[in-house]
């Protein structure tokens, strides 16, 4: 009873002490609502589609560098076989 509030009434014949408990310090908060087992939230499959996009995007963007490293490449190599 660490966090009990104790009250104490002396009286001329005796004292008499109170222990209160003291009320939970946590609150219980929900938010949403829950599916069924193996379900996702709408919000939720909306960021795997958002995030899906974005990595086919990603993957656009890195092979067109690819492509044009290797085009850049062979045309260096391209301009030293014509010069020797």
């Known amino acids: 009873m660490a966090n009990a509030t ?3 009434v002396n009286m001329p014949a005796r004292s008499v ?3 209160l408990p003291a009320p939970p310090r ?5 938010h949403g609502l829950q599916g069924p087992p193996g379900t996702l939230s709408p919000e939720i499959l909306a960021q795997v ?3 899906r996009m974005a990595t086919q995007q990603l993957g656009n963007v890195l092979n067109a560098l690819t ?3 290797s085009y850049h490449g062979g045309m260096i190599a391209a301009q030293e076989d014509a010069t020797k």
């Open 26 to 30: 946590f609150q219980v908060i929900s």
């Open 17 to 19: 002490t109170v222990h």
């Open 6 to 8: 104790r009250l104490t």
């Open 49 to 51: 589609a958002e995030a």
């Open 67 to 69: 492509d044009a490293i």
